[in-house]
């Protein structure tokens, strides 16, 4: 949806605009492969814009401030709409750098930007935004898919948007359905809320897509592939929706029977937690701590002395909790903070709702807390 050039006076009602893609542009490669090409690469994890910003010392102008906030009709998100931004060679980052500056002008904002490089969260999920028209924007979080020149790039790009929808869809206990045909269920195009919602008029990402081979029903078997490996558990009730941007820490959450750990995360993971290694007895190895935010490659799982773990070198293994984590309840509304236990200004947890933490509990300025991202922390109280 293209923003720079065709700017509106409408607020919340307001559908993006993007350019209409002839459908007869060339299909240079099937659309099997693409997804197959995807599925060789790796996650980039999120970005949180506020905190990208913080670094560069750049003013984070949130969307939802001052009682700009967009509820959700049932109290949760219904599903997800996939855009694409019509702005050839800009990235991610240059359309969330151009948004943060210009939405207040504007009238039009996202949840989050995808390119082949990284996923760029705007704002929190569990508000609307001005993505899709007034039919659309308290009913669903809004992507917008960034343009690439190359095959493996588009590749890279959809890869990476396929994983957070399936990291959204399981946050708020949603079941990957295809909207774009009928109408009804989880995973919408803008173009299908064009079709059978109305309130805009838009045909996105179907023209970019296709000038791939690509189309939305491959994007979604992609995400219904990526939502089946992270393990929901389809039969949990659904939560109100209210898990912080925090929670987004960019693991794949593969979770085996009801909860925590998983048949086998493999590939490159980020330790969630500060970890020791251990030998496939057991035993601690003489190697050092190794700490959160580190990435290491799985390569198995194994159960030891009935704990799982997971192997990340030869001998070598790491206790799984401490990449796959486990969903706490809390029983309280509930802030993060940070490695020095001072408060962030994210969105507070609510109370009922399910929270991924990772590893056991820490101690931070003689408090205890668990971790929910390598530089995210919960008091450990909040929890049942």
Request: hydrophobic share 35%; with cysteine; charged share 15%.
């Amino acid at each position: 949806m293209k923003l720079k050039k065709l700017i509106t006076t409408i607020a919340i009602g307001v559908g993006l605009v993007a350019p209409i893609y002839q459908t007869n542009q060339s299909q240079a490669v099937e659309a099997a492969s693409i997804n197959s090409i995807a599925k060789q690469n790796s996650y980039v994890g999120v970005t949180f814009l506020n905190k990208m910003l913080q670094t560069q010392n750049i003013q984070y102008n949130k969307f939802y401030a001052n009682g700009n906030k967009i509820y959700y009709r049932k109290g949760k998100p219904e599903g997800i709409v996939i855009h694409e931004t019509a702005t050839p060679g800009a990235s991610a980052y240059n359309e969330a750098i151009y948004f943060n500056r210009e939405w207040m002008n504007m009238y039009s904002y996202v949840h989050a930007f995808v390119d082949s490089q990284q996923v760029i969260q705007m704002m929190t999920p569990n508000y609307g935004v001005w993505g899709a028209g007034a039919n659309a924007n308290n009913r669903f979080i809004q992507i917008e898919l960034c343009q690439e020149n190359t095959r493996d790039n588009f590749a890279k790009s959809v890869n990476n948007d396929a994983i957070y929808a399936a990291k959204l869809l399981h946050r708020y206990n949603l079941v990957p359905s295809n909207a774009c045909n009928t109408g009804s269920g989880t995973i919408w195009s803008h173009h299908a809320v064009s079709r059978f919602l109305g309130g805009t008029n838009h045909t996105d990402p179907d023209g970019y897509f296709n000038k791939w081979g690509y189309s939305m029903d491959q994007f979604y078997s992609l995400v219904k592939y990526y939502y089946d490996l992270q393990g929901a558990d389809t039969g949990a009730k659904p939560d109100a929706g209210n898990n912080n941007s925090a929670t987004d820490t960019g693991q794949s959450d593969v979770g085996a029977g009801k909860d925590t750990t998983s048949k086998l995360p493999a590939g490159n993971k980020t330790l969630m937690h500060d970890a020791y290694t251990y030998d496939a007895t057991g035993q601690r190895t003489n190697s050092g701590l190794k700490t959160a935010g580190t990435t290491v490659t799985v390569t198995a799982a194994k159960l030891i002395k009935g704990k799982q773990y997971l192997q990340i070198g030869d001998n070598e293994y790491i206790v799984a909790s401490n990449i796959v984590g486990k969903k706490r309840i809390l029983t309280r509304n509930a802030y993060t903070y940070d490695t020095a236990g001072r408060r962030t200004t994210d969105p507070k947890l609510l109370r009922n709702h399910s929270i991924r933490t990772y590893g056991g509990q820490v101690t931070i300025a003689g408090k205890r807390y668990y971790a929910i991202s390598p530089t995210q922390f919960v008091k450990a109280v909040n929890f049942r």
